[in-house]
T-cell receptor, first 112, second 112 residues
Framework: QQQVKQSPQSLIVQKGGISIINCAYENTAFDYFPWYQQFPGKGPALLIAIRPDVSEKKEGRFTISFNKSAKQFSLHIMDSQPGDSATYFCAASGGSARQLTFGSGTQLTVLP | DSGVTQTPKHLITATGQRVTLRCSPRSGDLSVYWYQQSLDQGLQFLIQYYNGEERAKGNILERFSAQQFPDLHSELNLSSLELGDSALYFC???????????FGPGTRLTVL
C-alpha cells in the first residue's frame, strides 16, 4: 500500500518560475514531513521539513505548505534556478522508529 | 558531504551470490537506517538499527539481513542474489530517534 502519493512525476519550469510539487498521505500517525533533494549519483539530502502543527514553513526560496485536514503537503520553489534541477522526494515518518516513507519522486528540470 | 560513508560505491556480481554492504554513520549518531532505491519500487525502507539493536523492519526480504556493530557501523548482507535485487542501497543515520536522517552516497548493486 503506497502511503505517500507524489505528483507530478516530472516537471519542467523556466528559470525564475515557481516549481510546485504535491504530496498526499494516508497514515494519520505520520507527524513529520520532510522533502529531500537528490542529484544523479548522490544520496538524498534533506531540503526542508515540517510538522503538522504548522501550516507553512519557509527557508530561503523553498516553502512547504501543509494541510492537515486534507492530508496534503506541497513544496514550492520560488525563483527556480537551473541548479535546482534534481529529483525531489516528499516523505513522512511517525512512530517510535522514525523510518521514512517516501513518495515516488518528481524529476524537476529548470530551463535556463 | 553528509558525514555518512558507504562502501563499496559500486558492486557487480552474479545471481546466486552473496554481498556485504558497509555503512559508517555520522559521528555520534546511534541510529542507522537502510533503504533500497529501484526504478520500479522507488525509495523503500528496509531495516533500522539503534545502538546495536534491531528496531524496525520494513520491506526487507528474508534473503537480506543486517547488523550494527559496537563501533556503530552497520552491514547489510544480501544473499542468493536475483536480477531484481539490482538497485541503489542507501544507509542513513540520525541521532537516536531524531527526525533528521542524513543519507550516505549509496552503493550501486548490479546483479548479472
Amino acid at each position: 500500500q503506497q502511503q505517500v502519493k507524489q505528483s507530478p512525476q516530472s516537471l519542467i519550469v523556466q528559470k525564475g518560475g515557481i516549481s510546485i510539487i504535491n504530496c498526499a498521505y494516508e497514515n494519520t500517525a505520520f507527524d513529520y514531513f520532510p522533502w529531500y533533494q537528490q542529484f544523479p549519483g548522490k544520496g538524498p539530502a534533506l531540503l526542508i521539513a515540517i510538522r503538522p502543527d504548522v501550516s507553512e514553513k519557509k527557508e530561503g526560496r523553498f516553502t512547504i505548505s501543509f494541510n492537515k485536514s486534507a492530508k496534503q503537503f506541497s513544496l514550492h520553489i520560488m525563483d527556480s534556478q537551473p541548479g535546482d534541477s534534481a529529483t525531489y522526494f516528499c516523505a513522512a515518518s511517525g512512530g517510535s522508529a522514525r523510518q521514512l516513507t517516501f513518495g515516488s519522486g518528481t524529476q524537476l528540470t529548470v530551463l535556463p | 558531504d553528509s558525514g555518512v560513508t558507504q562502501t563499496p560505491k559500486h558492486l557487480i556480481t552474479a545471481t546466486g551470490q552473496r554481498v556485504t554492504l558497509r555503512c559508517s554513520p555520522r559521528s555520534g549518531d546511534l541510529s542507522v537506517y537502510w533503504y533500497q532505491q529501484s526504478l520500479d519500487q522507488g525509495l523503500q525502507f528496509l531495516i533500522q538499527y539503534y545502538n546495536g539493536e534491531e528496531r524496525a523492519k520494513g520491506n526487507i526480504l528474508e534473503r537480506f539481513s543486517a547488523q550494527q556493530f559496537p563501533d556503530l557501523h552497520s552491514e547489510l548482507n544480501l544473499s542468493s542474489l536475483e536480477l531484481g535485487d539490482s538497485a541503489l542501497y542507501f544507509c542513513a543515520s540520525s541521532v537516536a530517534f531524531a527526525d533528521t536522517q542524513y543519507f550516505g552516497p549509496g552503493t550501486r548493486l548490479t546483479v548479472l
